[in-house]
């Protein structure tokens, strides 16, 4: 008999910032040797939408089987979306991070 561990639940509704809720994700993903390619942080673009890049492309098998992400993330080929926040998490090689100019 295959023994399934258990998966670890992605809330939605973290009230106290937008991406905290998917730092689980960039945590197992980091300790699987994917190393982020946006500087470890989120970065938006002009529309709003907040991505986190990694180096590697992401194993959406794997995560769909350590996680358990409600109705607003998606997993497809080309990362993991969530509709409700926004927010990205992706393969972004080589990609520099082009910064506001405000931004230090």
């Known amino acids: 008999m295959k023994i399934t561990p258990k998966k670890v639940p992605i809330l939605a509704g973290l009230a106290d910032f937008r991406t905290a809720h998917l730092q689980p994700v960039i945590d197992f993903l980091k300790?699987?040797?994917n190393a982020p390619a946006t500087g470890?942080?989120?970065?938006y673009n002009r529309d709003g939408l907040?991505?986190?890049g990694f180096a590697q492309p992401l194993d959406a098998q794997l995560l769909q089987e350590h996680f358990d992400f409600p109705p607003s993330i998606s997993l497809s080929v080309d990362?993991?979306?969530d509709s409700r926040h926004f927010v990205r998490i992706q393969h972004t090689p080589d990609v520099p991070v082009r910064r506001f100019s405000f931004e230090e």
């Not at 470890?40 to 970065?43: A, G, L, N, V």
Request: aromatic share 24%.
């Open 40 to 43: 470890d942080q989120f970065y």
């Open 31 to 33: 300790a699987q040797g």
């Open 79 to 81: 990362g993991l979306h």
């Open 50 to 52: 907040g991505v986190y």
